[in-house]
């Protein structure tokens, strides 16, 4: 309840209250009957969405004002009923939020029908469970942590439980976003792990205590930021699986060797490692970084916040890959050395092999679960600058003297050059085959 005391310009002391229509009936003291009719009234305007509101005149009966505003002499006047409606893309917004896996719960000082009238409105699911402040404050923890999971509207809040809904939610393993605007809003956003203002009706409290801040209270930005949230995280994963993948053939390619006393142990030297460093390096900086979002992407699930970042079956794939690159690597070596071919061309087949391996690696990396007949139709122009260049000085190695003879290539025939390519496609094509079977169904 909020009281204004003005004096007019005759001398008159106007007392004047507003709020919620418990506590104005409450100071007003009316017979039970005229409560009840009001009550009545107040929860059909409810049911209709309307956010009411109590209306009193108060009077002073001593030249002093008393200590408190309900200690004034009230008398009931009415009712106002605010008509708030949802944003027009609210109910897609909510949508999109539940595509990607996120519940969405209100949690409103309304009254309980209004708070309902709205969610069905916007189409929240789980609009029909229903649990009250007073209710929230009653619970013990483990009845709160199990109602608050099962539960989308949270009607006649007050900051005390709000908090304990959002510290049960992430007692329960939940990341939990809060949104608000109001002081009461303060504690909630706080402990949140992600606490989102609104920057033009937000109070100071609210923005100081949020995480995050709305320019222009459109929440229809929040599922932006998701979806670049994802995007990111996901790009970031193809990365690091990508440089996991593509070291393993490079250390294998050295060790091998010289743990099996083959004939030319050191076939790479330190030239050969610093041309392959220039070409990753870009690779995964500048090309998977600039990967657009894959299809799906919003329709899929949060991660568990104890999922580990590249860890069980996702690193072992890009263990996989790296073997199965330095395999065609060490094949290509093998095959030539016993072949009789001098170690110029040894390591000219070699080198071609890891680096044609480098660029299809990076093409099939651009997904895990699409296939790159699915994926090289999505624009990167990046990413084909970046294999461009690669490829293109591969063949000044190959083909420009000064080139080859820094790097200690020889000339090798088309065919030699195939077989390197033919080598390269096995060693990292099997990951399309495993694609295909385990998500292409």
């Not at 939020?97 to 789980?126: N, W, Y």
């Not at 076939?267 to 299809?295: D, K, Q």
Request: charged share 15%; net charge positive.
């Amino acid at each position: 309840m909020m009281t204004h005391v003005r004096q007019s310009p005759t001398g008159e002391v106007l007392v004047a209250g507003k709020g919620a229509v418990e506590h104005i009936l409450a100071v007003c003291r009316l017979e039970a009957a005229v409560a009840d009719r009001i009550r009545s009234v107040t929860k059909q305007l409810s049911k209709g969405g309307f956010r009411v509101l109590g209306v009193a005149k108060g009077m002073c009966q001593s030249p002093d004002y008393p200590a408190a505003q309900d200690e004034f002499a009230w008398s009931f006047l009415g009712l106002i009923a605010l008509e708030n409606p949802p944003k027009p893309n609210a109910g897609a917004v909510i949508r999109a939020f539940t595509d990607a896996g996120i519940d969405v719960k209100m949690i409103t000082g309304d009254f309980p029908e209004t708070a309902q009238a709205i969610a069905r409105q916007v189409g929240l699911p789980g609009a029909d469970t229903l649990v009250t402040g007073q209710e929230v404050m009653a619970m013990d923890e483990p009845t709160l942590r199990q109602r608050a999971a099962k539960t989308a509207v949270f009607a006649r809040m007050f900051p005390e439980a709000k908090l304990r809904v959002v510290e049960a939610l992430k007692q329960n393993g939940e990341v939990v976003a809060m949104t608000g605007d109001g002081v009461n809003d303060g504690p909630a956003l706080k402990a949140a792990h992600i606490g989102v203002a609104m920057g033009k009706r937000g109070t100071e409290v609210a923005r100081q205590a949020a995480s995050l801040v709305l320019v222009n209270d459109d929440l229809s930005n929040m599922v932006d930021a998701i979806a670049q949230g994802r995007r990111i995280y996901q790009n970031l994963k193809k990365a690091i699986s990508y440089i996991v993948s593509i070291h393993i053939p490079i250390i294998l390619t050295v060790a091998v060797p010289l743990l099996a006393n083959w004939k030319w142990p050191n076939l790479f030297s330190p030239v050969h490692i610093i041309f392959l460093e220039l070409v990753m390096g870009p690779t995964c900086s500048i090309a998977f970084e600039n990967e657009p979002a894959e299809a799906g992407q919003m329709q899929q699930p949060p991660r568990l916040m104890t999922d580990t970042f590249l860890a069980g079956p996702e690193l072992g794939r890009s263990i996989a890959q790296g073997v199965g690159i330095a395999l065609a690597v060490l094949g290509v070596y093998y095959v030539a050395m016993q072949q009789g071919e001098t170690i110029s061309v040894v390591r000219t087949l070699a080198f071609s092999t890891l680096v044609l391996s480098n660029i299809l690696l990076t093409l099939v990396n651009r997904s895990f679960t699409q296939s790159v007949f699915q994926t090289i139709r999505v624009p990167n122009w990046m990413l084909w600058v970046m294999l461009s260049l690669t490829f293109g000085l591969l063949l000044a190695t190959l083909f420009f003297p000064p080139a080859q003879r820094l790097f200690g290539f020889a000339t090798v025939t088309a065919s030699a050059f195939g077989w390197c390519t033919l080598a390269a496609l096995v060693g990292v094509g099997w990951i399309e085959g495993y694609k295909a079977v385990r998500y292409q169904r």
